[in-house]
């Protein structure tokens, strides 16, 4: 059975997703949807590329994954498809795609151009449902689109290196629902600056000097139990890999976050410097 994932910032409250899901298995009633996420900050494709870069792994080879986000095609977004590691990609080029570039050369990718075999009042999101319903069917991408060799790169995704080498400056581009802190600074480049190199992450005022396996190694000593150590900070690569600062045990609601109780927010500085 063929999935398409479904990657939006519709909300639930809506009927938009239901409406969505209704016209794929109009056009595809065998195929799997599988929901991803529908609670991505509206218009926000740092976050987009974050949550789908972080979950495509996790579905079989030629899944097919649409990204609702900031959709509406116009002079600066065009409609893409693109294979890449076994997986399809539907959205705008609007730097969704470009974590993924990053990571690994797409197999291809093309500039969809079937919008005028449509009547005028077909939506920008019916163009993305005829082609994720195509491509599950085991179509080709040449059918709906004309090559293209390059996409748009969203520069806030990109972490920078220091002329000298000795520092990676990254922005925090995701907090999830602990409030722990994503930043674009991946562990693949940690180790390829670092060199074994002592370092510091600062994140003004407040620092961290080591980066963690996982959450429950802050317990550094046996004579205590692990619950005294809620509310300290924290920093780990997660299962995505990126560095990610977090309170241990937090809970936004109640005692607070990296993001409440350290001040960081979407888009803030995080630097790594090493001596």
Same mark, same amino acid.
């Given at each position: ?182 930043? =674009?600074? +991946? /562990? ?7 060199? !074994?190199?002592? &370092?510091?992450? $600062?994140?003004?005022? *407040? ?43 937090? =809970?936004? +609601? /109640? ?7 350290? !001040?960081?927010? &979407?888009?803030? $500085?995080?630097?790594? *410097?090493?001596?």
């Amino acid at each position: 059975m063929s999935i398409i994932t479904l990657t939006t910032d519709y909300g639930l409250k809506d009927h938009f997703v239901g409406s969505l899901k209704g016209k794929i298995l109009s056009e595809n009633p065998e195929v799997q949807i599988i929901d991803i996420s529908h609670d991505i900050d509206p218009f926000n494709t740092a976050e987009a590329s974050y949550i789908i870069g972080a979950a495509y792994l996790s579905f079989p080879k030629g899944t097919v994954h649409l990204i609702g986000v900031d959709i509406e095609r116009n002079k600066e977004n065009q409609h893409i498809a693109m294979q890449w590691n076994d997986h399809y990609f539907i959205c705008a080029d609007n730097g969704i795609l470009s974590m993924l570039t990053q990571k690994i050369v797409p197999q291809k990718i093309v500039a969809i151009n079937i919008h005028d075999r449509f009547p005028i009042e077909a939506t920008d999101l019916d163009i993305f449902i005829q082609v994720a319903s195509h491509l599950s069917r085991g179509g080709l991408l040449n059918v709906i689109g004309k090559e293209i060799s390059s996409i748009k790169e969203a520069t806030e995704l990109q972490a920078l290196v220091a002329d000298d080498g000795n520092s990676i400056k990254g922005n925090i581009i995701y907090i999830d629902h602990f409030g722990n802190v994503v930043t =674009n600074i +991946s /562990k693949k480049q940690f180790l390829e600056i670092s060199r !074994g190199r002592p &370092y510091e992450i $600062v994140m003004s005022p *407040k620092s961290i000097k080591t980066i963690l396996p996982n959450y429950s190694a802050i317990a550094t000593s046996d004579k205590y139990p692990i619950k005294t150590y809620e509310g300290e900070k924290l920093a780990i690569f997660n299962e995505a890999g990126f560095l990610e600062i977090a309170i241990f045990r937090s =809970n936004p +609601s /109640k005692v607070g976050s990296a993001n409440s109780l350290l !001040g960081l927010n &979407y888009r803030d $500085v995080i630097t790594i *410097k090493f001596s």
